[in-house]
Structure formats: C-alpha cells, structure tokens
C-alpha cells in the first residue's frame, strides 16, 4: 500500500531470541501511582501542527545537538558510504527505530493499545511497534539484544506516564543518532485540547549518550487525537516488490510458451 523505492535484493535473517522475564509484581510500577488519576492514551494520533508547538517541523532534533567527535566520527563514514546512493532504511524496508520512530515517523499516525499491564505503540510506518512494559517485571539486561527501537518500561508517576527505552541497536542513519549506550526516557501526559475540541498528548523525550553526545538532549512532540473513525492503515513495504516479481515471473512464462 505505502511502497518505497530502492529496494535491497537481498534479506536480512530473522533473528529470534528468548528473553526470560522475572517478578512481573508491581513493585515500581505502581509508586506514587494512583489508579483513577491515569488517563487513558488509548485511540488514533496524528502529529500535531498547532501554533507554537512545532510539530510541522520535519525534524525535531536539534541541527546543533552536542555531538562527541566520535560521534562525529561514526555519523561522517556513514554518510560517505551512502553519499550519492538516494539509499536509506527506509528503502529497504527498515523501520526508523527509536527515537526517529516517536519523534518523525514520516507524519504517519500512531496508535495506543492502553492495558494495566502494558502499553503498546502501533507507528504506521513501517509497522513500527513499541511495547511498553507497565507491571513491574524485571529483566536481566544480559537477556536483552539490541534492536532499533529497543526494550521499554514505564510507570505512572500521577497523570504522567513515564518510559524508560535501553537495549538499543546504535543508530547512524536517522536525524536522531545515537549509540548502543543509549538512554532514552519519555514523558507522556494529556496537553488540553485543540481549537476544535479534540485532546492533545505531548511526550518530553531526554536522550543520554555519553559515548555521541556531550550532554543529554530534550525535545518534546505533541501529537492531535484523529477525527472519530479514523482507522490505522498496515503499510506494505516488500509487497510491490513481490508483485513486481511475479510479473516478471509471467513475462518469462509467456516468452518461453511463444517460443
């Protein structure tokens, strides 16, 4: 449905491993966290581009965010690897990760699944899926591998829902570069509403990095509730690719019958 061009020929391995998840009791998940104070994140969410918010900004991340020259570095050899090429993940079918996936995500929509347990971020791009663990469950980071948008847990702190991302896979190829060492930490809470009614939800994100930048950079996104009705779309990346192979699977069928 969403198709990109410059699509890689070859695939990448799937890679499956099994993380054992210990104490899933409340424990922090639940300090200074009172039930009926917690709203509800639940619904469609389109980026939102009302006055003195920002959010019509392609990117918002910093130009002049406080890179460390090896962070320098590691950013300069990949953009000479690529420079010329029009070759980006995207291209390939590769999700943003974190935190491109929260803060751009192409100006796709987002969707919160909200449970007591749990709270999973669907991004349209790319399928993006977050899954933020809110019961207090505990995990050997030696269990961990690192991914593109990493491994999220998150605790309610009033009406504030905050979220802590580790286990990052380092990133050179989005606006928001960063390594493995990466911290990311985001704070969601309702912001009002629009001038047609509808609610507002703004996220403080902190991103520390030792290792690419000098201090710890803050940026916040504010997002618009959809109008009613509104429904998520699947984005199909490979599959214009694979038509497009079976297409050329029929040609050669027919020049081989007329033959």
């Not at 695939?11 to 491993?17: E, F, G, L, N, Y």
């Not at 959010?55 to 090896?70: H, I, M, V």
């Not at 990311?184 to 609610?199: F, K, N, Q, W």
């Not at 994100?205 to 030792?210: K, N, S, V």
Request: glycine share 12%.
């Amino acid at each position: 449905m969403n198709s990109i061009g410059n699509r890689s020929v070859g695939r990448a391995a799937a890679i499956v491993a099994s993380v054992w998840l210990a104490g899933a009791g409340l424990g922090h998940a639940q300090e200074g966290a009172d039930a009926d104070e917690q709203p509800d994140f639940s619904g469609v969410w389109r980026n939102y581009r009302g006055p003195s918010i920002g959010g019509g900004q392609r990117s918002l991340w910093p130009e002049d965010a406080p890179y460390t020259d090896e962070a320098r570095r590691r950013i300069e050899e990949y953009q000479a690897l690529v420079e010329g090429t029009g070759s980006t993940p995207g291209g390939f079918c590769v999700g943003t990760g974190m935190p491109g996936s929260m803060l751009g995500s192409g100006g796709y929509p987002m969707e919160i699944i909200q449970r007591p347990e749990q709270v999973t971020i669907v991004y349209e791009a790319h399928n993006e899926i977050r899954r933020v663990y809110t019961d207090g469950r505990e995990v050997d980071p030696r269990d961990l591998f690192p991914t593109r948008n990493g491994y999220s847990t998150g605790y309610w702190d009033g009406d504030t829902l905050i979220v802590e991302t580790t286990a990052l896979k380092e990133a050179v190829d989005q606006r928001s570069p960063h390594s493995e060492d990466a911290t990311i930490v985001e704070r969601y809470r309702l912001a009002g509403e629009s001038d047609d009614g509808r609610r507002l939800l703004t996220a403080e994100l902190t991103l520390t990095d030792p290792q690419f930048y000098e201090e710890p950079v803050t940026v916040t996104k504010t997002w618009v509730e959809a109008e009613e009705g509104t429904e998520m779309l699947t984005y199909e990346c490979t599959e214009p690719e694979w038509e497009e192979y079976l297409e050329q699977r029929r040609e050669q069928v027919r020049t081989r019958a007329s033959g």
